[in-house]
C-alpha cells in the first residue's frame, strides 16, 4: 500500500506562472515531509521541508504547505522558471519511529515538471 | 567535489551473473543508503547502514548484500541478477541516522538481460 502519493505524473506550465505540485499521504504518524528535485542523470537534492507542527514553510520561491487533517501537501513554486522543469518527490517520515522498520524516509513516485518559456 | 561517487554509471548484466556496485563518500558521513528508481515507483530503499559495521534492511532488500567495513564505503552486491533488477540505483549518505539532509550520488543505471 503506497504510504505516499503523488497523483500527478506530469504538470506543464508557463514561465512566470505559479506551479503546484500536490502530495498526500496515509501515514498518520508521520512528522516531518520533504521534496526533493531530480534533474535527468544526477540524483535527488534535497529542495524544502517541513515539520508537522508546521502548516507553511518559505523559501525563496518555494513555499510548502502542509494540511494535516487532510493528509496533503503542495509544494508552490512561483515564478516558475524554465529552470526548474525536473522530476519532483515528495517524501515523509515517522522520525519517532526513524531507523526502524516503520521509520524510514518514503517517497512518491515523483511529478515531472515542465516549465515553458 | 566532495559528495557521493558511484561506480560504474552503466551496466548491462546476464541474468544469474553478480556484480557489485561502488558507493563513496568524502564527507564523513556516517550514515549511507541504497535506493532503487523504477519507473512508476519512486525511489524504493534496499538497504542502509547508520553507522560503519552496521547494516539493515529497507524495504526491497531480496537479491541484494551490503557492507559496511569503512565510513567513506558502501558497496552493493546483486547476488544472482534478475530482469526485475533492471533499475536506476541511487546512493545516499547523510550526517547521521536522520531524514535530513541527504547528499545523493548520481545513480548507477543497471539492465539485465
Known amino acids: 500500500d503506497q504510504q505516499v502519493k503523488q497523483n500527478s505524473p506530469s504538470l506543464s506550465v508557463q514561465e512566470g506562472r505559479i506551479s503546484i505540485l500536490n502530495c498526500d499521504y496515509t501515514?498518520?504518524?508521520?512528522?516531518?515531509f520533504l521534496w526533493y528535485k531530480k534533474y535527468p542523470a544526477e540524483g535527488p537534492t534535497f529542495l524544502i521541508s517541513?515539520?508537522?507542527?508546521?502548516d507553511k514553510n518559505e523559501d525563496g520561491r518555494f513555499t510548502v504547505f502542509l494540511n494535516k487533517s487532510a493528509k496533503h501537501l503542495s509544494l508552490h513554486i512561483v515564478p516558475s522558471q524554465p529552470g526548474d522543469s525536473a522530476v519532483y518527490f515528495c517524501?515523509?517520515?515517522?522520525?519517532?519511529?526513524?531507523?526502524?522498520?516503520?521509520?524510514?524516509?518514503?517517497f512518491g513516485k515523483g511529478t515531472k515538471l515542465s516549465v515553458k518559456p | 567535489n566532495a559528495g557521493v561517487t558511484q561506480t560504474p554509471k552503466f551496466q548491462v548484466l546476464k541474468t544469474g551473473q553478480s556484480m557489485t556496485l561502488q558507493c563513496a563518500q568524502d564527507m564523513n558521513h556516517n550514515s549511507m543508503y541504497w535506493y532503487r528508481q523504477d519507473p512508476g515507483m519512486g525511489l524504493r530503499l534496499i538497504y542502509y547502514?547508520?553507522?560503519?559495521?552496521?547494516?539493515d534492511k529497507g524495504e526491497v532488500p531480496n537479491g541484494y548484500n551490503v557492507s559496511r567495513s569503512t565510513t567513506e564505503d558502501f558497496p552493493l552486491r546483486l547476488l544472482s541478477a534478475a530482469p526485475s533488477q533492471t533499475s536506476v540505483y541511487f546512493c545516499a549518505s547523510s550526517e547521521r541516522l536522520t531524514v535530513y539532509g541527504y547528499t545523493f550520488g548520481s545513480g548507477t543505471r543497471l539492465t539485465v538481460v
Open positions: 501515514n498518520s504518524m508521520f512528522d516531518y
Open positions: 517524501a515523509a517520515s515517522d522520525t519517532m519511529n526513524y531507523g526502524g522498520s516503520q521509520g524510514n524516509l518514503i
Open positions: 517541513i515539520s508537522s507542527i508546521k
Open positions: 547502514s547508520a553507522s560503519e559495521g552496521t547494516t
